[in-house]
C-alpha cells in the first residue's frame, strides 16, 4: 500500500514569498493531521481534519499559516508570506478513527523548508 | 491535558548491549501509548503501542515497552543494539476525547539513540 505522499521533499524560497505544501494520506483515512518539527519545538500539531472537516486548529501559528482538504485524497499547508521562522520540517499524517483515538498515526517524509 | 517525558535527550550505548528509553506522562485518563522512530530525512514510523490488555507490548526490530501505571511510565527496551537502531525515538501519548472525536497525539522530545561499534 502507498503510504502518506507529501510534496515536494525539499522547499527553499525568499522571505516573503508563498509557500504551498501537499499531502496525500493513505486511502481509506478518515483524519489527516499537519505537524511542524523544529530542534527548538519539537514536534508541534499545527491542524487537523476529518472527513475533509478542520476539526482543532489550535496549533496555526498565526493568519499566515492556513490549510485546506478540498477532498479525501488531498491536502494542502499554505504559509503567505512565509519568514525565516517558518523554516522546519513539516509532516503529515493520517489515520482512521476511532472515538477512543487509539489507531496509530501514519507519516509522510515530510517536506524540509528553508525560508531565506 | 495530557503531556509526556522522555528522561535523556541522548542516549549513547555499545553495540550488543541493552538499550533503554524513558517515558512517563500524564493524563487524567487511562492513556494509549505509542513509541515512534525516526531516521533521519524520514517521517515517523510506528515502532509500537499500548492500547489496553497486556501491559507488556511487543514491537518491530526487537523492541518492546511494559505501561506501568503505577509509575506512569512505558520505557522502550531492547535486549541487544545494534547499529541500524541508531536515530531518534519519541513517545506519544493519545488523548482520549468523547463522542467522535479522536485524541489527538501528545509527543515527547525525543531521544536521539546513538549506537557505537
Known amino acids: 500500500d502507498a503510504g502518506v505522499i507529501q510534496s515536494p521533499r525539499h522547499e527553499v524560497t525568499e522571505m516573503g514569498q508563498e509557500v504551498t505544501l501537499r499531502c496525500k494520506p493513505i486511502s481509506g483515512h478518515d483524519y489527516l493531521f499537519w505537524y511542524r518539527q523544529t530542534m527548538m519545538r519539537g514536534l508541534e500539531l499545527l491542524i487537523y481534519?476529518?472527513?475533509?472537516?478542520?476539526?482543532?486548529d489550535s496549533g496555526m501559528p498565526e493568519d499566515r499559516f492556513s490549510a485546506k482538504m478540498p477532498n479525501a485524497s488531498f491536502s494542502t499547508l499554505k504559509i503567505q508570506p512565509s519568514e525565516p521562522r517558518d523554516s522546519a520540517v513539516y509532516f503529515c499524517a493520517s489515520t482512521t478513527g476511532t472515538p477512543r483515538g487509539n489507531q496509530p498515526q501514519h507519516f509522510g517524509d515530510g517536506t524540509r523548508l528553508s525560508i531565506l | 491535558a495530557q503531556s509526556v517525558t522522555q528522561l535523556g535527550s541522548h542516549v549513547s550505548v555499545s553495540e550488543g548491549a541493552l538499550v533503554l528509553l524513558r517515558c512517563n506522562y500524564s493524563?487524567?485518563?487511562?492513556?494509549?501509548l505509542f513509541w515512534y522512530v525516526q531516521y533521519p530525512n524520514q517521517g515517523l514510523q510506528l515502532l509500537l503501542k499500548y492500547t489496553t490488555g497486556a501491559t507488556l507490548v511487543k514491537g518491530i526490530n526487537g523492541f518492546e515497552a511494559e505501561f506501568k501505571k503505577s509509575e506512569t511510565s512505558f520505557h522502550l527496551t531492547k535486549p541487544s543494539a545494534h547499529m541500524s537502531d541508531a536515530a531518534e525515538y519519541f513517545c506519544?501519548?493519545?488523548?482520549?476525547?468523547?463522542?467522535?472525536?479522536?485524541?489527538?497525539?501528545?509527543f515527547g522530545q525525543g531521544t536521539i539513540l546513538t549506537v557505537h561499534p
Open positions: 506519544a501519548v493519545s488523548e482520549h476525547a468523547g463522542g467522535t472525536s479522536y485524541g489527538k497525539l501528545t
Open positions: 493524563s487524567s485518563v487511562p492513556p494509549y
Open positions: 481534519f476529518n472527513n475533509n472537516v478542520p476539526i482543532d
